[in-house]
């Protein structure tokens, strides 16, 4: 397989191989987004047929068992029944109307009633507008004009954003983006994730200033780094002291780790929440909401503006409300922790056996397996793990029809469409692939 889509001339072209020299010619570097070239570990990209359940299948017939999930969304699995059903019965009704439906207000009242901090609610199309939004809004309703990330935190492409960011652009190799003015970023201030002191000498430093704190309270786009202890709780503090915002990107972990989110695990609520994958059930979505305080601000009750033609899609409305209602079912999210335990036990006991110098992370439904000496607590020390180690775990793992992120600097995600048994085999793959690239 590897071999094929590397283009081994000896063997015939692979259907991907060949989709992918037209693509190049149609499309920037063949692809619509950057990680799905394959730059990160080599080689050329699969390319995609159809998905079922647990699989992805591609144009030449393999089969996978799929950990990248749409890079999260398809926690049910893909093409779940009651989801499908959904988005048919919807689209026989119209695509889109620009206009007001009910299921927009039938989904914004799940959310709010799985995530305690969210009174009003906001969609859009993607969580880069979810998080360009919510921080207009943050800087409407204080009056300030800074903000806080943190390095290797990805919150979207908006050019505010791309300082030191993570996933992709950590990929890439580029910690900034070309065709950014220094002026839009200007009121961007960064710090190390898990160093809440470098925040706080941020604060006593622009104490009247910050508009608010934007955060991944896991960081999933520079692998998965979990937050340290206390570290979410002193941001909490910080904000209040200063009168500045939190803003929680859970578009990774929302309804992912937990039915309410990370905020959920740890008892903290932030002013603004950005979501986005799940609550679209796979459907281009996104959403920011909180405080009703904050939230009337936007227009047309606020004056801070912001639209979109196609936010609140039927067909993306009906597809999120499907999902979210069987995530509430009992048990779902023990399962889902059941299984991303045994996962992740498996491949700490694979690690240990094969004597490889790897770091296992997980939380919820979310894994990691950084090739690295030391434990992974920010973008420095992700950045010090072995990719080319990771590269040729890649190629070993899809030999063995185990699909991952084509990338070090991406989180795993495990979906409730995965047995045991497929759980077992992942791990027994895994144990080869160790060995053979040691």
Not at 137 to 148: C, E, P, S, V
Not at 266 to 272: E, N, R
Request: aromatic content about 8%; overall charge negative; hydrophobic content about 45%.
């Amino acid at each position: 397989m590897q071999n094929q889509i590397q283009g081994d001339s000896s063997l015939q072209l692979s259907h991907s191989h060949v989709l992918f020299q037209e693509a190049q010619t149609l499309l920037p570097g063949g692809v619509n987004s950057p990680v799905r070239a394959f730059r990160g570990v080599g080689g050329e990209p699969v390319f995609i047929d159809h998905a079922q359940g647990p699989y992805l299948y591609d144009v030449d017939g393999n089969r996978y068992l799929d950990y990248v999930q749409s890079w999260g969304p398809m926690i049910l699995g893909h093409a779940y029944p009651s989801v499908v059903e959904a988005v048919i019965e919807a689209s026989k009704r119209g695509f889109s109307f620009g206009a007001p439906t009910q299921a927009e207000s039938a989904l914004a009242k799940l959310v709010i009633e799985c995530v305690p901090s969210v009174e009003m609610l906001r969609f859009v199309n993607s969580g880069t507008e979810a998080t360009m939004s919510a921080l207009r809004l943050a800087r409407a309703y204080t009056g300030r004009n800074k903000i806080i990330k943190f390095s290797g935190c990805y919150h979207g492409h908006a050019d505010m954003l791309l300082v030191q960011a993570g996933s992709g652009v950590a990929t890439m190799g580029l910690p900034d983006s070309p065709g950014v003015p220094a002026e839009t970023t200007a009121h961007t201030l960064t710090a190390a994730y898990n160093d809440s002191a470098a925040v706080e000498t941020l604060f006593r430093t622009y104490p009247n200033d910050i508009a608010a704190i934007i955060v991944e309270p896991v960081a999933a786009n520079m692998g998965l780094v979990l937050p340290a202890d206390g570290f979410l709780e002193r941001l909490r503090a910080l904000t209040l002291q200063y009168g500045a915002l939190l803003i929680f990107d859970e578009v990774m972990t929302g309804f992912r780790v937990a039915l309410g989110g990370m905020q959920q695990r740890v008892g903290i609520k932030p002013d603004l929440t950005c979501f986005g994958k799940i609550i679209g059930g796979g459907l281009p979505v996104g959403a920011y909401g909180g405080q009703r305080a904050i939230m009337q601000h936007v227009a047309p009750i606020g004056t801070m503006y912001q639209a979109g033609t196609l936010s609140g899609n039927p067909l993306a409305m009906a597809a999120g409300i499907a999902t979210l209602q069987e995530l509430r079912k009992l048990g779902q999210y023990e399962q889902l922790e059941h299984k991303s335990q045994l996962l992740a036990e498996g491949l700490q006991r694979v690690v240990h056996d094969t004597g490889t110098k790897a770091q296992v992370v997980r939380i919820g439904a979310m894994f990691c397996l950084y090739f690295a000496d030391e434990p992974v607590t920010d973008y420095a020390s992700a950045k010090r793990s072995d990719t080319a180690r990771y590269a040729r775990f890649f190629w070993e793992m899809l030999a063995r029809n185990v699909y991952l992120p084509p990338s070090q600097f991406e989180a795993c995600f495990i979906s409730l469409a995965l047995s045991d048994a497929m759980l077992e085999e992942t791990i027994r793959s895994a144990e080869l692939a160790l060995r053979k690239t040691a």
